[in-house]
Nanobody
Framework: QLQLVESGGGLVQPGGSLRLSCAAS????????MGWFRQAPGKEREGVSFISASGARSDYADSVKGRFTISRDDVTNTVYLQMNSLKPEDTAIYYC???????????????WGQGTQVTVSS
């Protein structure tokens, strides 16, 4: 199985930046597509970004395009989400996920981290 642990969340002012990390342990990390999702209180979980197993393809929710960048490092088994120009509406718990899922839909992802809180507020 794949174990995923997110880190890097915290409190940041609007316009600021954070880099989230998702540390993976277990086998076959390089074979999994990976995604970042977020869930705000009272709202449904939404896909934020996706990166293919090879790292060659990625996608972003319209709300974060141009501001967020997803990347992966198969040497350290880590997926990153660089978040710039943060807005209050980015406030949510952010989860990383892995599996056969392809894109921003959560259904195809089998493994999930525990989440890390991101709060954007002045």
């Amino acid at each position: 199985q794949l174990q995923l642990v997110e880190s890097g969340g915290g409190l940041v002012q609007p316009g600021g930046s954070l880099r989230l990390s998702c540390a993976a342990s277990g086998f076959f990390f390089a074979d999994f597509n990976m995604g970042w999702f977020r869930q705000a209180p009272g709202k449904e979980r939404e896909g934020v970004s996706f990166i293919s197993a090879s790292g060659a393809r990625s996608d972003y929710a319209d709300s974060v395009k141009g501001r967020f960048t997803i990347s992966r490092d198969d040497v350290t088994n880590t997926v990153y989400l660089q978040m710039n120009s943060l807005k209050p509406e980015d406030t949510a718990i952010y989860y990383c996920a892995g599996g056969r899922g392809y894109g921003l839909g959560p259904a195809g992802y089998s493994y999930w981290g525990q989440g890390t809180q991101v709060t954007v507020s002045s």
